[in-house]
């Protein structure tokens, strides 16, 4: 089975945008398959040629000048000089910005009017320094111009100035992969053996090579020496040994937030256009006042002058917090913490690797997003630790002693075996790589493939369950196997992967330093969700190129102004596949998808796989029939409050309780719930800090969601959404569903390490999430009365059924005007079309609602915000303090619910409540109507029009046994 997986895998890789980029997988243990990489300008042995580098300079404006070589070096000292005086001065300021393509073609340009007699020159030493330390790796623009200057020097097409052919190759060599590899690979062939040795050498350290690793093998079989040793050292992990090992003690010292930090302290929504620009982005972090944490300016910088006090002992910081990471999936987070507690990185301008975070709970996305970038994530008891202590972590023994008294302070367990490797490596991704790229080795010299010798590899659990839960079935299709036990490690395909345009910029960062110029995933697909409407300077740059570079790479984008990711992407599902994206908020209504940081999505996206530690689950069983005036929204409040009540969950954030954290959250006993419904429930899973979550539903209500998607989708194609290719595959795998529609389930005996049953007869009121914690749950009794400011629907928790309920309940209102200020936000565009044909637009303008384009709207915090201060309902999906705005209270709630409180300027009471919702459950039959795109005559007419190609159709048979 896993063979024929294997080969399907294959053919249909080679039928993805002409051989999409397979990266990381290429070299995985699981998957021994070839594939073919690096489209466009890197097309298997690309080199770049000595007029790339020339070429190259149309980054720069038409209208802008080429600068002499002291005007350029004087332009630089400038930019350096501003960025030091920022937040006033303290830590230094802040680095500067990496170079760009047209200021690294400028910069050669002064390399090539130079002489090696100016070498030794003040200003050449800079220039090269520039050269060399200032220019981001892998398949950045500006890599590519570096890279084809220095491929040019080192082959000996153009006359070395500043930069000699032996540092030519040297400095190759630092870049990672991608553009560089294909001119190593050829100089082991060459006559110089200087430079074929320095070659060698440098691809010894080189794990992004990709396709050249066949290259590689070829030479060697044609008896190179200089590849022989290439390959001897891969297969000895040379890469891996010759880096220092974790230490036996680190000393650090404790910088300690109390209580919960979520991604929103650690990365604001509302500075969430600086988070490509890492350094200027971490002035931001813990920017507003909380215990034990003073600002350097309350509201806009964080606590440098903490942070500085702190380093003077002479240590690196520990992040250290009582719950830490909760929240959004923003790799920017991880980032910001590192910039002040990790480690450089070698030739990789502006970004850093290591550092220690301790927490006595680190959600499961935070957790992973510190392993990718090469951190130390510890799980321990935190009450014994304070800001300013010194204390020695034992990382191997699993103990933290407090150096003063030399007493120990806590023992720990690392969460896996395989955590200190990944600290050596400099992050999982590396590791993930560069073990593929060892085995391989072995092969090609006729070895055994198992690296065990070297690496600390995932033990597999002891015992083997008796049944499978459903999402352990369907990781474990995606594995090729029956199921996947707790605790295994596994490498799931990629079926969908999403991307938001907060984290997009990010994620488009990390493909690049994974050299990526193609997609393996199936499909990808970027939105423009969280910045359409009212976008900064940098939002409309990332508008104009983000969905070029998708697009490229055979991924799928929206435009702004269409709407919410997750609305989008769950129409472009296959039931029972996997997937990942670069929001919390990514859980599918079908399948099972675990959300991750940018680092991971491009790691999916690129490679088509994802790395997993199969969390356990817990199961959460409805039983008995919702009552009337109850909604969806009231069962999903329903889960924590009822956890709260089992002793599973606790609001204290000190020694903390959650069930849910890190693990598949699996739902039971809504079967017929529609696919749009299932979504509100898995989409808080997120709010949960569950790994995941999945659905248990009827085969009817799936049929009847893809139906109206396959139409969705040729629309697309004919409205000219790109790539077709990929939309037409998708296409071609839904109806080859629909053609025999099955859907996985649960075995009787699957082991679960809870479970919760949810009695529907008993929730006779709704229930709210309470100020400010998604967590915190009360009965609308408890709280009825409280005074209400202002009311949000919208986000990705509603739907179309959610905008005509309120707006019934809207159009009967007694007064002229409402009390409240009342944000009004539908989903998409398809959304607010058929709210504006049906005439709720008018109602919703006539009780003075504010209209916002359909997206994220108030949800993240990013964009418009609330008053400071004042009390809110909202439908959105979390509500962290200071998120909605400074300083408000935020209930969260059910579309019908905010809206009678936008109505009655309070929380009614239940009595109220249940009066104005007979009004709704009366006409329930047509206000909870979804979106069937079949069924709508604009879309069908233009669905009539697109052909699927039997290519696409081949190829997506090949992949529907995946």
Request: proline fraction near 6%; charge should be negative.
């Amino acid at each position: 089975m896993l063979g024929r997986i294997r080969s399907a895998r294959r053919a249909a890789s080679s039928l993805h945008q002409g051989a999409a980029s397979r990266t990381a997988a290429a070299f995985s243990n699981r998957q021994p398959q070839q594939f073919s990489f690096l489209r466009q300008h890197q097309q298997h042995n690309f080199r770049p040629t000595a007029a790339s580098a020339t070429t190259s300079c149309h980054f720069f404006s038409s209208t802008t000048a080429p600068l002499s070589s002291s005007d350029f070096l004087a332009s630089y000292d400038a930019h350096v000089a501003e960025r030091a005086a920022m937040a006033g001065g303290k830590l230094g300021g802040i680095a500067p910005k990496p170079l760009d393509a047209a200021q690294t073609a400028t910069l050669i340009e002064e390399l090539r009017a130079s002489s090696s007699a100016d070498a030794s020159s003040p200003d050449a030493t800079r220039l090269v320094e520039l050269l060399s330390h200032r220019v981001p790796p892998g398949v950045d623009e500006a890599a590519y111009v570096k890279a084809a200057y220095l491929s040019a020097v080192a082959l000996g097409k153009e006359p070395p100035t500043l930069i000699s052919q032996l540092r030519a190759v040297e400095l190759l060599g630092t870049m990672q992969g991608g553009y560089n590899v294909g001119t190593l690979v050829q100089l082991l062939s060459g006559d110089d053996a200087e430079l074929k040795a320095c070659a060698a050498h440098q691809l010894k350290h080189t794990l992004l090579v990709f396709d050249a690793f066949h290259d590689v093998v070829e030479l060697y079989n044609k008896g190179n020496e200089a590849a022989k040793e290439v390959l001897e050292s891969w297969a000895a992990a040379e890469w891996f040994t010759s880096k220092p090992d974790v230490p036996d003690k680190i000393t650090v010292t404790v910088f300690k937030v109390t209580g919960e930090t979520n991604t929103d302290d650690l990365s604001p929504a509302q500075d969430a256009w600086s988070r490509p620009d890492v350094p200027l982005h971490a002035l931001a972090m813990l920017k507003n006042a909380r215990d034990g944490i003073v600002p350097e300016k309350d509201g806009e910088i964080g606590p440098l002058g903490q942070i500085d006090e702190l380093l003077q002992k002479g240590h690196p910081l520990a992040y250290v917090g009582d719950v830490v990471g909760t929240g959004s999936s923003r790799k920017s987070a991880t980032n910001s913490v590192l910039w002040f507690m990790g480690e450089d990185i070698p030739y990789v301008p502006n970004m850093k690797t290591g550092g220690v975070c301790i927490g006595g709970k680190i959600a499961p996305i935070f957790f992973n997003t510190m392993e990718d970038s090469g951190a130390l994530p510890i799980e321990m008891d935190v009450s014994n630790l304070n800001t300013g202590d010194v204390v020695d972590i034992y990382p191997k023994e699993g103990e933290v002693v407090d150096r003063a008294c030399d007493e120990v302070i806590c023992k720990f367990e690392l969460k896996t075996n395989v955590l200190l490797d990944e600290v050596r490596a400099g992050g999982r991704i590396p590791l993930i790589i560069g073990r593929g790229i060892t085995s391989k080795a072995r092969v090609a010299l006729g070895r055994d493939a198992s690296v065990a010798d070297t690496f600390n590899l995932p033990v597999a659990p002891e015992d083997t369950p008796k049944g499978y839960s459903l999402a352990q079935k369907m990781v474990g299709k995606a594995c090729g196997v029956e199921g996947i036990p707790p605790g295994q490690y596994c490498e799931p395909t990629m079926t969908t992967v999403g991307s938001q345009d907060t984290t997009g910029p990010m994620t488009r960062d990390e493909l690049k330093s994974l050299a990526c110029l193609g997609f393996s995933a199936d499909l990808v697909m970027q939105s423009f969700c969280h910045t359409a409407a009212y976008p900064k300077p940098v939002d409309v740059v990332t508008h104009h190129t983000l969905p070029d570079f998708i697009q490229t790479r055979g991924g799928v984008s929206l435009r702004p102004g269409d709407g919410i990711i997750h609305s989008w992407l769950n129409r472009m599902l296959v039931p029972d596949t996997v997937g990942t994206g670069g929001d919390s908020h990514t859980r599918f209504p079908l399948g099972v998808s675990f959300p991750a940081g940018s680092g991971l999505v491009a790691f999916a996206a690129a490679t088509g796989v994802f790395p997993l530690d199969m969390p356990e689950s817990v199961l959460v069983r409805f039983t008995g029939t919702m009552q009337p005036g109850i909604t969806l929204r009231d069962l999903v409040q329903a889960i924590p409050y009822t956890a709260i009540q089992n002793g599973l969950l606790t609001i204290e954030k000190k020694g903390k309780k959650n069930v849910f954290s890190g693990r598949v959250l699996e739902i039971e006993g809504l079967p017929d719930l529609k696919c749009e419904q299932a979504f509100e429930l898995s989409d808080a899973s997120a709010e949960r800090s569950a790994a995941g979550c999945t659905i248990k539903l009827n085969k009817e209500p799936v049929i009847e969601y893809l139906q109206s998607n396959v139409v969705m989708l040729k629309w697309m194609i004919s409205e000219g959404y790109g790539d077709p290719r990929t939309l037409e595959r998708r296409i071609a795998r839904m109806e080859d569903w629909l053609a025999n529609p099955h859907l996985m389930e649960a075995d009787d005996n699957a082991e679960y390490a809870e479970i919760i049953e949810i009695n529907m007869d008993e929730i006779k009121e709704p229930i709210l999430a309470l100020p400010n914690d998604p967590d915190a749950s009360a009965l609308l009794s408890e709280v009825a009365g409280d005074k209400i400011d202002e009311v949000f629907i919208g986000s990705c928790m509603t739907n179309i059924g959610h905008f005509r309920a309120a707006g019934k309940l809207l159009a009967d209102k007694k007064s002229a005007t409402l009390p409240t200020r009342l944000w009004v936000s539908p989903p998409t565009k398809m959304d607010a079309a058929q709210l504006s044909e049906e005439g709720y637009y008018s109602t919703f303008g006539t009780a003075g609602a504010r209209m916002e384009m359909p997206g994220c709207s108030l949800c993240m915090g990013n964009q418009a915000r609330v008053e400071p201060g004042c009390t809110v309902v909202s439908t959105s999906t979390r509500n962290f303090p200071n998120r909605l705005g400074q300083g408000s209270n935020v209930y969260l709630a059910s579309a019908e619910l905010a809206a009678i409180a936008s109505i009655e300027g309070k929380l009614p009471t239940v009595e109220e409540y249940m009066s104005y919702m007979s009004t709704v459950d009366a006409t329930a039959g047509d206000t909870y109507r979804y979106l069937n795109f079949d069924e709508l005559p604009e879309f069908v007419e233009a669905s009539d029009k697109v052909e699927i190609s039997d290519e696409m159709r081949e190829a997506a048979k090949k992949l529907s046994i995946l």
